[in-house]
C-alpha cells in the first residue's frame, strides 16, 4: 500500500490544521495506522495511532489536542490537530500496520511526510 499525506503548512500558535493520509488500496488489511513526527536530531515519535476496530492510542504530549480518525470507506485516516505549539513544529508521517500492535515495526508502511510549522 502507498500512503500520501497531505495538509501541513505554516499556522500561527493556538491555531489548528487537520492532516490527510491517503491510502493507495484498502485499508481494511491494517489494523493499525497513524501518525508519527520527526524533528532533526530525534527519533520519530509517535503522535497517535487508530486500530481498524477504532481503539486509539496518544502520546503523552498531546494532551487532549488532536484527534485521530479513519474512513475506511476513503482508505483515509486523518489528524486534526487543535491548540498547536511551537513546539509541535516537526515533519509529520503517517503509517499503515498489518499487524495490531501500537509498536513500530521494520514491516511498517510510510507516507513521505508533511511539513508542520508553528510559529507566529
Known amino acids: 500500500v502507498q500512503l500520501q499525506a497531505s495538509g501541513g503548512g505554516l499556522v500561527q500558535p493556538g491555531g489548528s490544521l487537520r492532516l490527510s493520509c491517503a491510502a493507495s488500496?484498502?485499508?481494511?488489511?491494517?489494523?493499525?495506522m497513524g501518525w508519527y513526527r520527526q524533528v532533526p536530531g530525534k527519533q520519530r515519535e509517535l503522535i497517535a495511532g487508530i486500530k481498524r476496530g477504532g481503539s486509539t492510542n496518544y502520546g503523552d504530549f498531546v494532551e487532549g489536542r488532536f484527534t485521530i480518525s479513519r474512513d475506511n470507506t476513503k482508505n483515509t485516516v486523518y489528524l486534526q490537530m487543535n491548540r498547536l505549539k511551537p513546539e509541535d513544529t516537526a515533519v509529520y508521517y503517517c503509517?499503515?500496520?498489518?499487524?495490531?500492535?501500537?509498536?513500530?515495526?521494520?514491516?511498517?508502511?510510510w507516507g513521505q511526510g508533511t511539513q508542520v510549522t508553528v510559529s507566529s
Open positions: 503509517f499503515a500496520r498489518r499487524r495490531s500492535s501500537w509498536l513500530k515495526g521494520s514491516d511498517d508502511y
Open positions: 488500496g484498502s485499508i481494511l488489511s491494517m489494523n493499525v
